[in-house]
């Protein structure tokens, strides 16, 4: 650690930077960066790292794109960053890239997405669990029956299939009644494609009791949908994240739910994690395991949702 | 033709051969032969059959029935360019098939280059030296290494005939060789086509151009509406014959010779000290009222950029433009609504919007008339359309036609209707007939003439010599971008405008 | 000296100026390191565009390389999850895949004269989509990431001698031996002849149709090639790999020289053009600016680079012009004499 | 060419109505008019682009830009209303200004310095994200306010939900301008033949110009709508949706060389695949397959096209 110390110290020179004592840089690699939930645990690192002046963050757009992330991966290794923060994109595709950088001495915290090779640290928000907290609240919500639609992620999106499965299987576990009459996956997260969609599922099913969109955005997408049809008093919409819009959209009980995560909590606690580890200089950790943090959803309500503080909507 | 002349002789022939596209006949038993070194004429006017005869005979396309000889051996009904090119066929196209950014090594033997021994790799090295030795043995302005996109159109003819003659050539079928020739090229070129002969090659020669066909053809095939007219041997050929059988009717002037007379009337177009660096220098004449005023010379003397300067197409360094007594700096825009017309030199590039209709085609320089407010009233674009086809009789008078599909007189005259359905009171044009049939070409004779009665002054440049004589009241014959000499009131022969194209100025005329 | 050597020599000084300014900001970016990545980045694209060029130098375009790259490593994921196929076979098996593309592309094109752009468009769709139908699935029928283990398919895209990644080797052979066959090949003639002009070209009795088919199978092959290194580099793939990678294809051809009228631009061009583009991703994050002002940067140079090609290629022709200009005065003062 | 466009439309239109035959075959829930308005509605926004993207594309050239740009300038229209406190319609106007001014430069670039379209816009493409995030502030910003601004693309009229009367308005006004303006006339001229159009007393650049312009234009409207749609902006927003718009034109007959299209065709063109994916869904054809029919009814519209499109175009492409 004291040779990228020394290094990060020599490049800070030449970078011109005010040269303190002994400067980090911490590399932060979302899927794509102007996401609601990217740029709140942007935020929530900030919080902590504004107090440390020594430390600069540097976000990479990898546009969605698992092959971008790998080459961000190697630059940052080659920039002799000192952390990494790491939104994959996919478990498999950034594990060598993970390995690689923890073998050159540089801890790579996962955030909700742990990759296969074993990492430093990885803080999730439980994406299974969350689908399974949604499929429990809606099934409350509906009485036990009705039919019920999915808008999906796109395929192979692990996070939004994980959330899925959640709820199927608390679906299938709790409300034998309720029938998931259709599932389709709108390409690229997109809003506009899930209101088409939603539309679609409004035309197939004349009683449709309630939909799950495996993020917050198609939930607002499904929810503009069945209001300009003038169904929305009809159907429970559940999302999962717990943006702010989305948080309003419940109060106004327009959307029935969320998986709520406070990114800004997460995002914070990566901070710290971070902090301490180039505080002590630990490096990567000599754990076998990586050491996973789970965050438990909150299922946020328009009866619970007043439980969430301004300053933790993000 | 020092050889035997006797049927035995014959390197091709072909016996009745006949071809139809969809149902419509296109060539009704046809005869046609050619001897061993002799140059053959094949004429008709479009429509006629010619190259549908060629496209057989070099099989770019096949026969429906007829028997082919070509030296001694039977050709089989299917007939590839292949086996063409193995028998020694070798085709001078119209458009020149070269290849841009290709050097003049590659083009000669583009598909043939020589290979290093046990690879598939080509000896550029051995290549050049080839296109040399084939170079030097006619010896062409030519370098091997030269690119084709920096060669003249001349030079680039050559680099076609070497082409040919790299192959074992037995047959040289010429297609409009010298439409794009200057008078001197064209010469150098018969001087080929001699040599040729003289090394026993037959040549195979199609053109539209009468005095040529008189003075390089030992035989003329004339061919009307598919079918075999007459054969003329040496003695009897003479243009006014051949136009005759041509198109059926003799034409009322002799091609040859026309008495200018000058017309007076008040003055359109005055030109003063006109110059454009490289191009032309110091040019000065008036043009009057309904007056057709010839400009001669061979390409490349500037007569092209002078009337395209004059039309506002290109801009010009010194001298002064009055049009109708105002003084005028042109701009295509300005030309236009000015009442001046300009009817460019190549037609496919320049003049027509291959992929549009007619109606299009003549609707888009009048689009002030009927687009006065921006939006086009289509009953007026389709009326002055159906104008444009009707006074030139456009074939097929159909307006929605592509005129990318029309042959090529009648897409010069939708060149020429886009100005003829405004009024003008001025109209440059440049090679109006290039590569156009005998009967389109009167028939825009007559509308060049109409023009002039109708008081439209005519600006004509044409390395037609007839047509300049003929049409013309007056000439100027222009030299390296310089005024050379004037002829108006004599009598006034395609050869001397030659000549004085050539540099020989003789006094005696005026 | 030809108008394509100046544009090299302009794009060289330019990559040669930005690598200076970029290390002087920093100089991580001169570390072997960093240049090893930098390469395999560059050739990862470069390989596909090698044999885009061919397709452009025919005045075509190959939309569907992007959807040749899925499919491909989905069939190598396949192969190395299910089977136990020697890696040689396996490679085999995915070029067939770009080969097999390719040939459709160019029937279309060819027997039906269908516009290049939207039927590689069309097949690109087609393999978008089969690329997540035969894509690996768990039990639940959600596609499922599989990780290769394979180290002999691992082989491709790891580093060999001297740190040199095997996909920069491969690049530089393939990019050397496209190169030869063009310029030095009468196959290679033939595809600028169907390039520069076609009816030319068949004329001179070159099958223009079979050189377009080879082109677009040529473009086909080269896809999938780089499918295996990408894939093989991440040791997994994703039903999504590749796609949306056209757009730095195409730029690393236009770049390089190659028109899309056709008939003009070499593999040289593309390899210098995809280098570039790389050094330019790659530097921009060397200088630690945000990554809002990243694409507006590698936009800004983009153009700024086709403006300067096209001045310059102003300037000479400017020249030519004028010393055409002596040349002819001198030729008159001689007639004069 | 008067009749061509049309004959186009006429063969599109061979491949919609038995494909809609099939599809209320398979399932009776297809030809409903709450259907059918919905799978026009999807399309509103790629009709909406490719009403000004055909231009540049009819002179031979292309806008790749006109993603980045919609995204643009829902952000800009969000930060006049929101940020500024602007009313809502002048906002709107000053965006779409401010899109035809990028359309503008991207024309300056292409006709003036002589650059090919393609380059120009793909790079414009990605500087206009990157602004994107800088105006934005790399945010996704929701839009709550105002309402009639809202109701712009999820309000109804007649029973129609509005952005179908936007775009039927700019296709309309489009392929009107195409076919009976003299504009429309030089832009088929140029894309034709520039040289002939030249002489003609065209001016090749003033077209280019406007063509651009006018895509830039478009591009905003397609944004304003877009963010009025979803309710929220930024700058990844309608990214990839220029292959949708180039392919719309394409299947609409707007070849690339030798100046024809109709705006009309690629309405009928998008429309036509989102019939064919709005078909799967109700059939719970899962999404993989979706891209595979498209894909091959593209070609197929192609084959049944091809008498029109198969002219010399290689030929053409060098005159």
Redesign the interface.
């Given at each position: 650690m004291k040779k990228t110390a020394i290094v990060a110290a020599l490049l800070c020179v030449l970078l011109v930077v005010p040269a303190v004592a002994q400067t980090y840089k911490v590399a932060y690699i979302p899927q794509s960066i102007g996401q609601p939930n990217t740029n709140a645990w942007l935020e929530g690192m900030m919080r902590v790292f504004r107090k440390y002046p020594n430390v600069k963050v540097q976000s990479f757009d990898a546009q969605l794109k698992a092959e971008l992330q790998v080459s961000y991966m190697d630059d940052v290794i080659n920039q002799k960053y000192d952390a990494i923060v790491l939104q994959a994109m996919d478990a498999a595709a950034l594990s060598a890239s993970v390995k690689a950088a923890e073998a050159k001495g540089i801890p790579v915290i996962t955030v909700n997405l742990a990759t296969i090779q074993k990492h430093t640290a990885s803080v999730q928000m439980a994406d299974i669990s969350a689908g399974y907290a949604v499929g429990k609240e809606m099934g409350k919500q509906l009485g036990g029956k009705g039919n019920v639609v999915i808008i999906q992620s796109p395929p192979g999106a692990i996070l939004g299939v994980n959330r899925e499965k959640g709820f199927r299987q608390a679906m299938a576990e709790l409300y034998p009644n309720i029938k998931i009459v259709g599932a389709q996956s709108a390409e690229g997260w997109k809003k506009e494609i899930a209101i088409t969609i939603m539309n679609g599922f409004l035309q197939a099913n004349k009683e449709l009791a309630g939909v799950f969109a495996v993020n917050d955005n198609m939930a607002e997408g499904a929810m503009i949908a069945a209001e300009a049809a003038g169904r929305l008093d009809q159907i429970k919409i559940w999302g999962a994240n717990g943006q702010k819009s989305t948080l309003a959209l419940i109060e106004q009980g327009k959307i029935a739910g969320t998986a709520y995560n406070n990114s800004f909590a997460q995002g914070s606690l990566i901070a710290e994690m971070v902090m301490e580890n180039l505080q002590k200089k630990l490096g990567p950790s000599k754990a076998a395991e990586t050491k996973v943090i789970q965050i438990p959803p909150f299922a946020a309500t328009k009866e619970t949702v007043g439980q969430i503080a301004a300053e933790d909507r993000w | 033709m020092t050889k035997v002349e006797n049927g035995a002789d014959l390197l091709l022939e072909c016996r009745s051969i006949t071809k139809s596209y969809s149902g419509h006949v296109v060539l009704d038993a046809v005869d046609f032969s050619v001897r061993r070194g002799e140059v053959h004429a094949l004429v008709g006017e479009n429509g006629a059959g010619k190259s549908t005869l060629i496209k057989i005979v070099t099989g770019?396309t096949g026969r429906d029935s007829g028997e082919m000889v070509y030296d001694g051996t039977v050709v089989p009904m299917e007939h590839l360019?292949?086996d063409a090119?193995a028998l020694g066929i070798a085709?001078i196209?119209q458009?020149?098939?070269?290849?841009?950014?290709?050097t003049v090594a590659?083009n000669i033997f583009?598909?043939k280059?020589p290979?290093r021994p046990l690879t598939?790799?080509?000896d550029?090295r051995k290549m050049n030296d080839q296109a040399r030795e084939l170079i030097d043995r006619y010896n062409f302005p030519l370098k091997p290494t030269d690119l084709i996109d920096n060669i003249s159109i001349a030079q680039r003819q050559l680099v076609e005939i070497l082409?040919a003659l790299s192959g074992k050539a037995s047959i040289m079928i010429m297609d409009e060789p010298t439409s794009s020739l200057t008078k001197t090229e064209v010469e150098m070129l018969f001087k080929i086509i001699a040599l040729l002969k003289s090394e026993g090659i037959s040549v195979l020669y199609i053109s539209h151009r009468m005095e040529e066909v008189y003075a390089l053809s030992d035989r003329v095939t004339v061919l009307r509406d598919g079918k075999l007219v007459k054969v003329l041997d040496k003695e009897e050929i003479s243009p006014e014959e051949i136009i005759r059988l041509m198109i059926g009717h003799k034409l009322e002037e002799k091609a040859v010779q026309h008495e200018l007379t000058p017309k007076g009337g008040k003055v359109v177009l005055e030109v003063r000290g006109l110059t454009s660096?490289?191009k032309f220098e110091d040019l000065s004449f008036d043009l009057h009222e309904g007056e057709v005023l010839g400009i001669g010379g061979l390409v490349g003397s500037g007569r092209t950029e002078l009337v395209r300067a004059l039309?506002g197409?290109d801009s010009f360094d010194a001298g002064t433009i009055r049009y109708l007594g105002k003084e005028w700096v042109p701009s295509?825009?300005k030309s236009?609504e000015g009442g001046i017309g300009?009817i460019?030199e190549e037609r496919?590039?320049?003049?027509?919007?291959?992929?549009?209709?007619i109606?299009?085609n003549i609707?888009?320089?009048n689009?002030?008339l009927i687009?006065p407010r921006?939006?086009?009233s289509?009953k007026e674009e389709d009326r002055r359309a159906a104008r444009g086809i009707e006074l030139l009789n456009v074939k097929p008078p159909r307006p929605?036609q592509?005129v990318?599909n029309l042959s090529g007189g009648n897409q010069q005259k939708v060149v020429l209707a886009?100005w003829l359905v405004r009024d003008l009171k001025l109209i440059f044009i440049d090679e109006p007939t290039v590569g156009i049939d005998i009967g389109a070409k009167e028939e825009i004779y007559d509308h060049i003439r109409a023009l002039s009665a109708r008081g439209v002054s005519v600006l004509l440049v044409s390395s037609d010599l007839p047509e300049l004589t003929r049409l013309s009241d007056r000439v100027i014959v222009l030299r390296?971008g310089r005024f050379f000499q004037e002829f108006r009131e004599c009598v006034l022969t395609g050869e001397k405008i030659l000549r004085a194209a050539s540099g020989i100025r003789e006094g005696d005329d005026e | 000296m030809s108008h394509h050597a100046v544009r090299r020599l302009i794009l060289v000084g330019l990559m040669l100026a930005l690598s200076a300014l970029i290390t002087v900001i920093n100089p991580v970016f001169l570390s072997s390191g960093n240049l090893l990545k930098l390469l395999q980045e560059a050739a990862q694209t470069g390989i596909v565009a090698v044999g885009f060029t061919f397709v452009m130098i025919t005045a075509g375009i190959d939309m569907s390389i992007g959807g040749v790259v899925a499919v491909t490593s989905m069939v190598c994921i396949n192969f190395l999850h299910y089977t136990k196929v020697p890696i040689p076979v396996l490679v085999f098996l995915s070029l067939f895949v770009g080969a097999l593309t390719g040939l459709v592309n160019g029937f279309f094109i060819t027997k039906y004269k269908l516009p290049e752009f939207i039927v590689t468009l069309a097949t690109r769709s087609i393999l978008a989509g089969l690329a997540l139908v035969i894509a690996v699935k768990d039990s639940l029928g959600f596609v499922q990431n599989v990780y290769i283990q394979n180290d002999s398919y691992l082989w491709f895209g790891t580093s060999g001698l001297f740190g040199i990644y095997r996909t920069t080797v491969a690049f530089l052979i393939l990019g050397v031996g496209a190169q030869?066959f063009l310029k030095?090949?009468?196959t290679g003639?033939?595809i600028?002849?169907t390039g520069?002009?076609p009816?030319?070209?068949r004329?001179?009795?070159?099958d223009t149709d079979r050189t377009t088919i080879g082109v677009y199978m040529f473009s086909g092959i080269c896809a999938s090639l780089a499918a295996v290194f990408i894939s093989s580099r991440m040791m997994t793939a994703m039903p999504e790999l590749g796609l949306g990678s056209e757009m730095d294809v195409i730029a690393s051809v236009v770049i390089g020289g190659t028109a899309f009228s056709g008939?003009?631009g070499d593999v040289w061009g593309t390899m210098l053009g995809s280098l570039f583009l790389a050094l330019i991703k790659n530097g921009i994050l060397k200088t630690g600016i945000s990554p809002w002002i990243q694409p507006i940067a590698i936009g800004g140079i983009i153009v700024v680079t086709v403006i300067v090609d096209v001045w310059q290629k102003k300037l000479r022709e400017h020249l030519e012009?004028r010393a055409?200009?002596k040349r002819?005065s001198a030729e008159?003062g001689r007639?004069a004499a | 060419?008067?009749?061509?466009p049309i004959a186009t439309e006429l063969r599109l239109a061979v491949v919609l109505v038995p494909l809609m035959a099939v599809l209320s075959v398979l399932s009776p829930r297809f030809l409903t008019l709450d259907n059918l308005t919905n799978v026009v509605w999807s399309v509103c926004l790629i009709g909406i682009l490719s009403s000004g993207a055909i231009y540049p594309r009819i002179t031979g050239g292309i806008d790749l830009s006109l993603g980045s740009t919609a995204a643009l300038s829902g952000i800009v229209v969000d930060l006049f209303m929101n940020r500024m406190g602007i009313p809502w319609i002048p906002s709107i106007l000053m965006t779409v200004v401010i899109g035809a001014l990028v359309g503008l430069f991207n024309g300056f670039i292409v006709a003036k310095i002589k650059i090919p379209a393609f380059v120009v816009t793909m790079a414009a493409k990605t500087y206009l994200y990157g602004i994107a995030l800088v105006v934005s502030q790399g945010a996704m910003l929701a839009i709550l306010e105002p309402r009639p601004f809202i109701l712009i693309s999820t309000g109804r009229f007649l029973g129609l939900p509005n952005p179908i009367y936007i775009m039927v308005a700019l296709a309309v006004t489009s392929q009107f301008v195409l076919?009976?303006?003299?504009?429309?006339?030089?832009v088929?001229?140029v894309g034709?033949?520039e040289?002939?159009?030249?002489?003609?007393?065209?001016?090749p650049d003033r077209v280019r110009l406007i063509s651009y312009t006018i895509s830039g234009g478009t591009s905003a409207v397609g944004g304003v709508i877009l963010a009025s749609l979803t309710q929220q902006v930024f700058a990844a927003a309608a990214s990839g949706i220029e292959l949708d718009v180039m392919t719309a034109l394409v299947i609409g007959g707007t070849s690339a060389v030798?100046?024809?299209g109709s705006v009309l065709g690629a309405l009928i063109g998008a429309i036509m695949v989102a019939f064919i994916i709005n078909g799967l869904n109700l059939m719970n054809i899962p999404a993989p397959f979706h891209p595979i029919v498209t894909g091959s009814v593209i070609i197929l519209a192609l084959l049944l096209n091809e008498g029109y499109l198969v002219?010399?175009r290689r030929t053409?492409s060098r005159?």
């Open positions: - | 770019a360019r292949r090119e085709v196209y458009e020149l098939s070269l290849i841009p950014g290709m590659q583009l598909g280059e290979l598939r790799l080509i550029v082409k660096v490289g039309y197409a295509v825009r236009i300009f460019p496919r590039l320049q003049g027509i919007l291959a992929t549009q209709s109606t299009r609707g888009i320089p689009l002030d687009a921006g939006i086009v289509v929605e592509l990318g886009k390296q | 030869i030095h090949t009468r003639t033939n600028y002849a520069a002009n009816t030319a070209a004329l001179t009795g070159i008939g003009v012009a055409k200009l002819l008159r007639d | 060419m008067n009749k061509k076919r009976r303006t003299a504009f429309g006339r030089q088929m001229a034709s033949n040289v002939a159009a030249r002489l003609s007393g065209v001016d030798g100046g024809r002219p010399k053409l005159a």
